[in-house]
T-cell receptor
Framework: GAGVSQTPSNKVTEKGKYVELRCDPISGHTALYWYRQSLGQGPEFLIY????????DSGLPNDRFFAVRPEGSVSTLKIQRTERGDSAVYLCASSPGDNTEAFFGQGTRLTVV | RKEVEQDPGPFNVPEGATVAFNCTYS??????FFWYRQDCRKEPKLLMS???SGNEDGRFTAQLNRASQYISLLIRDSKLSDSATYLC??????????????FGTGTKLQVIP
C-alpha cells in the first residue's frame, strides 16, 4: 500500500511478556517516528529515526523500550517485561524528512493484562 | 513548561458557530507548524499547514504569530462532522539536520445540533 502500515493492529499480552510492534513507512521516507497515545491524551514522542540511526530517543520512558530500523525502512519497537502501564496505542509516522508533514499509520493498540 | 501547549477543552459549540483554538510553543527555533485532526480511535491526519502569512482553506483559517510563539485555528460555520480532536504540531530542525516533531495534547471539539 501507499501509506504507513503498522502490525499488528491489536495486541493483547500478559504482564511481563516481550512484544514487538512493526512499522512499515511510506517508501522513500527517511524520517520515522514512534509515538505513544493514551486515552484522552495527545501523541507522546518516543523516538525518531533519520535513516537507520536513532536521531532522538529521548522519549523512550525506560530501558525496557528499544527500537531499531536496521535498513532505514521498516522499524520495530520492542518492549521487554511489559507492564500494565504500557497499555496504549503506539503510533508510527514517516515523513520525507524535509520539514513537511508526517503521515501516520493506524496504530497498534497494545493491552497488557 | 511543555514544548507545545493547548487547551484540552472540550469545546462544545452549536452548529454554525465560529470557534477558535490557540496553541503556544516554547522553542523559538521551531520552524514549521501544522494542525492535525484526530477522530476517535483513529490516527491523526493533516488538516492544514500553518504559514507565516496565514492561510485559509474553506471554513478553516490558520495563523502563526512568531513573536508571541503561538498558532491558531479558526473554524467558521461549524458542522457536526467537525467534531474531533485538533492537534497542534510543531517541527524543529535540530543540529545535524535532524528534525523533531512535537504534538500538543489536543483540543477536543464537539459540535452540537
Amino acid at each position: 500500500g501507499a501509506g504507513v502500515s503498522q502490525t499488528p493492529s491489536n495486541k493483547v499480552t500478559e504482564k511481563g511478556k516481550y512484544v514487538e510492534l512493526r512499522c512499515d513507512p511510506i517508501s522513500g521516507h527517511t524520517a520515522l517516528y514512534w509515538y505513544r497515545q493514551s486515552l484522552g491524551q495527545g501523541p507522546e514522542f518516543l523516538i525518531y529515526f533519520q535513516g537507520t540511526g536513532a536521531a532522538d530517543d529521548s522519549g523512550l520512558p525506560n530501558d525496557r523500550f528499544f527500537a531499531v530500523r536496521p535498513e532505514g525502512s521498516v522499524s520495530t519497537l520492542k518492549i521487554q517485561r511489559t507492564e500494565r502501564g504500557d497499555s496504549a496505542v503506539y503510533l508510527c509516522a514517516s515523513s520525507p524528512g524535509d520539514n513537511t508533514e508526517a503521515f501516520f499509520g493506524q496504530g497498534t493498540r497494545l493491552t497488557v493484562v | 513548561r511543555k514544548e507545545v501547549e493547548q487547551d484540552p477543552g472540550p469545546f462544545n459549540v452549536p452548529e454554525g458557530a465560529t470557534v477558535a483554538f490557540n496553541c503556544t510553543y516554547s522553542n523559538s527555533a521551531s520552524q514549521s507548524f501544522f494542525w492535525y485532526r484526530q477522530d476517535c480511535r483513529k490516527e491523526p491526519k493533516l488538516l492544514m499547514s500553518v504559514y507565516s502569512s496565514g492561510n485559509e482553506d474553506g471554513r478553516f483559517t490558520a495563523q502563526l504569530n512568531r513573536a508571541s510563539q503561538y498558532i491558531s485555528l479558526l473554524i467558521r460555520d461549524s458542522k457536526l462532522s467537525d467534531s474531533a480532536t485538533y492537534l497542534c504540531v510543531v517541527n524543529m530542525f535540530l543540529r545535524g539536520g535532524y528534525q523533531k516533531v512535537t504534538f500538543g495534547t489536543g483540543t477536543k471539539l464537539q459540535v452540537i445540533p
